[in-house]
């Protein structure tokens, strides 16, 4: 099972709401991430967990914080996002170390849309 | 910090040309990755390069890693309509943390029929 799983694929939320996207991955692999992606833009780095500890922040404003509660899941919570938030969020996993080096398995995304 | 620049933005070819695509990283990378995103979806890995002068081949595609690990490219012989994408490659710097790679800008290929 080479599959990362994401959910919703698709939200719509106001700048007051609070919502979380959720990723599952069944692979054993160690390292899970979170990405943004903006139309015709390549992913951009959010967050890094290794072994379940937050090893990588890339300065992520605060409105969105990362939670991983075991080893197959990945949560990231918003709240009080802006519209120039709205974009392709992405989760992948990688299985850390060996000659599988960072190769990482994408979900399929959520489309989020901020009004 | 690491820049992976990756030319050109975008290729159009008629079916049946060749497409060439070009990673360049402003420093020694650990390993190289490439992926491919088609319209609406999300990155699918192609393949890892991880040593110095290494070639590898999937079929049409051709990947290679400088010998400086500082450059990258993925050729493909004879396009096809299904090769319609854009193509990322995601390089990490040589002894920053694992996990930490940079995804180039991505070239987009059209393909027409």
């Known amino acids: 099972d080479t599959e990362v799983t994401q959910t919703p694929k698709h939200l719509v939320m106001g700048m007051t709401n609070k919502k979380s996207l959720k990723c599952e991955q069944h692979m054993g692999h160690r390292a899970m991430y979170w990405y943004k992606q903006k139309a015709k833009k390549p992913p951009e780095l959010m967050f890094v967990y290794s072994y379940e500890k937050l090893s990588i922040n890339e300065s992520v404003p605060s409105r969105f914080s990362p939670e991983c509660p075991n080893s197959s899941l990945l949560n990231l919570h918003l709240h009080a996002l802006q519209p120039e938030d709205s974009a392709l969020y992405l989760c992948a996993s990688a299985h850390l170390g060996g000659s599988a080096g960072e190769t990482q398995y994408f979900g399929p995304g959520t489309r989020l849309l901020v009004l | ?113």
Not at chain 2, 5 to 25: A, K, L, R, W
Not at chain 2, 81 to 102: E, M
């Open chain 2, 1 to 113: 910090g690491q820049q992976v620049m990756q030319i050109p933005q975008y290729q159009h070819v008629q079916e049946g040309e060749d497409f060439t695509t070009y990673c360049n990283s402003s420093t020694t990378l650990s390993n190289i990755q490439w992926y491919k995103q088609r319209p609406g979806g999300h990155p699918v890995f192609l393949i890892q390069l991880v040593k110095s002068g290494e070639v590898k081949k999937q079929k049409r595609l051709t990947f290679q890693f400088g010998e400086a690990k500082k450059n990258s490219s993925l050729h493909i012989t004879a396009t096809q309509t299904t090769d319609v994408g854009t193509y990322f490659c995601a390089g990490r710097r040589l002894y920053t943390n694992a996990g930490k790679s940079t995804f180039g800008d991505g070239t987009t290929l059209t393909v027409k029929p």
